[in-house]
């Protein structure tokens, strides 16, 4: 099936910022398996944190190793009334395909800005390494010793304020985001923390997929933004020597993780779009949660291609931002704590 930005009911803006995401790709990534890094680096337009209230936030940038350039952005709400009493952590792992964008990109900081002031929550905004140049697990390693980070040195560094609930944390992450973010919840769910308890996961369209060619696949071949020759691209980048029935790509395959072993897994909220050629390997995720008798919801916008929630001119991304809202409030009120989730 030929689907292409023109033949989507998208507004011009939307259909002209994907067509130059699928250019960018296209343009920087080798056929050695290698990216244009420098050009790349060129590209990606970044928004600097702003430790000064503005427009409903404020945001500061926290450095865990300079060695890797493993760092997190911090967003916190802001209103004219005091401080809140309690506010949920959230845990973020951008798109981008394990290759592409940061923490500090500007799509991706304009996203955390609205999840911080609409939910709203204190953001944890992880930047990861890049494949090839960093290849798996170095992205799960990043995005779980951020969280350790947190953990370990919150008390005495004040890294979080006094009213960011580090027993309501969520993780949130779109595309290889989402893959990370599942990943990274099996490994918490394995870990013992001292102060920090992880109680949902939101998969955004996540990127996962097989050895197999699914049927979403082979319909959707030219499908916008994701498509069947740049995930085959992106995989080798990250995992150039295993096939993609790999534990870190086919996520509920043969090798997957037992999470039945897993008591603490957190309740998951998974996200599929109609147009996107990942669908089938989402929704297996999804019938793989709640066959291991996970707490699973799955929430599927039928006319909407990958990564549509990035388009803020899209009424589904808004939709999207409400559901996670309402996913999170409800996780905030069933903790042990039984304190009942007030907004601001």
Same mark, same amino acid.
């Given at each position: 099936?030929?689907?292409?930005?023109?033949? /989507?009911?998208?507004?011009?803006?939307?259909?002209?910022?994907?067509?130059?995401?699928?250019?960018?790709?296209?343009?920087?990534?080798?056929?050695?398996?290698?990216?244009?890094?420098?050009?790349?680096?060129?590209?990606?337009?970044?928004?600097?944190?702003?430790?000064?209230?503005?427009?409903?936030?404020?945001?500061?940038?926290?450095?865990?190793?300079?060695?890797?350039?493993?760092?997190?952005?911090?967003?916190?709400?802001?209103?004219?009334?005091?401080?809140?009493?309690?506010?949920?952590?959230?845990?973020?792992?951008?798109?981008?395909?394990?290759?592409?964008?940061?923490?500090?990109?500007?799509?991706?900081?304009?996203?955390?800005?609205?999840?911080?002031?609409?939910?709203?929550?204190?953001?944890?905004?992880?930047?990861?390494?890049?494949?090839?140049?960093?290849?798996?697990?170095?992205?799960?390693?990043?995005?779980?010793?951020?969280?350790?980070?947190?953990?370990?040195?919150?008390?005495?560094?004040?890294?979080?304020?006094?009213?960011?609930?580090?027993?309501?944390?969520?993780?949130?992450?779109?595309?290889?985001?989402?893959?990370?973010?599942?990943?990274?919840?099996?490994?918490?769910?394995?870990?013992?923390?001292?102060?920090?308890?992880?109680?949902?996961?939101?998969?955004?369209?996540?990127?996962?997929?097989?050895?197999?060619?699914?049927?979403?696949?082979?319909? /959707?071949?030219?499908?916008?933004?994701?498509?069947?020759?740049?995930?085959?691209?992106?995989?080798?980048?990250?995992?150039?020597?295993?096939?993609?029935?790999?534990?870190?790509?086919?996520?509920?395959?043969?090798?997957?993780?037992?999470?039945?072993?897993?008591?603490?897994?957190?309740?998951?909220?998974?996200?599929?779009?109609?147009?996107?050629?990942?669908?089938?390997?989402?929704?297996?995720?999804?019938?793989?949660?709640?066959?291991?008798?996970?707490?699973?919801?799955?929430?599927?916008?039928?006319?909407?291609?990958?990564?549509?929630?990035?388009?803020?001119?899209?009424?589904?991304?808004?939709?999207?931002?409400?559901?996670?809202?309402?996913?999170?409030?409800?996780?905030?009120?069933?903790?042990?704590?039984?304190?009942?989730?007030?907004?601001?």
């Amino acid at each position: 099936m030929e689907v292409t930005t023109s033949s /989507l009911s998208l507004p011009w803006k939307t259909r002209m910022a994907i067509s130059m995401a699928g250019f960018v790709t296209d343009l920087t990534r080798r056929p050695n398996g290698t990216v244009n890094r420098r050009l790349l680096n060129a590209l990606n337009i970044k928004t600097p944190p702003y430790p000064d209230p503005v427009l409903g936030f404020k945001s500061y940038d926290v450095t865990v190793d300079r060695t890797r350039n493993l760092w997190f952005r911090v967003y916190l709400p802001i209103t004219q009334d005091s401080e809140p009493a309690h506010l949920p952590v959230i845990f973020f792992f951008h798109g981008g395909g394990f290759v592409y964008l940061s923490a500090d990109s500007r799509s991706y900081d304009a996203v955390c800005r609205r999840f911080c002031t609409k939910i709203p929550a204190v953001m944890v905004s992880v930047n990861y390494r890049l494949a090839p140049e960093y290849r798996h697990p170095a992205q799960y390693n990043d995005g779980f010793d951020a969280m350790k980070y947190i953990d370990e040195n919150n008390k005495k560094e004040k890294i979080l304020p006094d009213y960011a609930d580090m027993s309501c944390c969520f993780l949130i992450g779109d595309s290889a985001g989402g893959n990370i973010a599942h990943h990274v919840a099996v490994r918490a769910a394995g870990h013992s923390f001292e102060h920090l308890k992880v109680i949902g996961l939101v998969a955004i369209q996540p990127f996962f997929g097989g050895e197999e060619r699914t049927e979403s696949e082979k319909r /959707l071949v030219r499908a916008p933004i994701v498509n069947i020759s740049r995930t085959d691209w992106m995989w080798k980048a990250i995992l150039p020597d295993s096939d993609r029935d790999h534990e870190a790509i086919n996520v509920s395959g043969p090798k997957a993780v037992n999470i039945s072993a897993l008591p603490d897994f957190p309740a998951t909220l998974v996200v599929v779009g109609g147009f996107d050629i990942l669908q089938d390997w989402q929704r297996r995720y999804y019938e793989w949660l709640k066959r291991h008798n996970k707490e699973a919801v799955i929430l599927e916008y039928p006319t909407m291609v990958h990564a549509f929630y990035v388009f803020p001119e899209l009424r589904e991304a808004g939709y999207l931002i409400g559901e996670i809202r309402q996913f999170v409030h409800d996780h905030m009120s069933k903790t042990a704590k039984g304190i009942p989730y007030v907004s601001m």
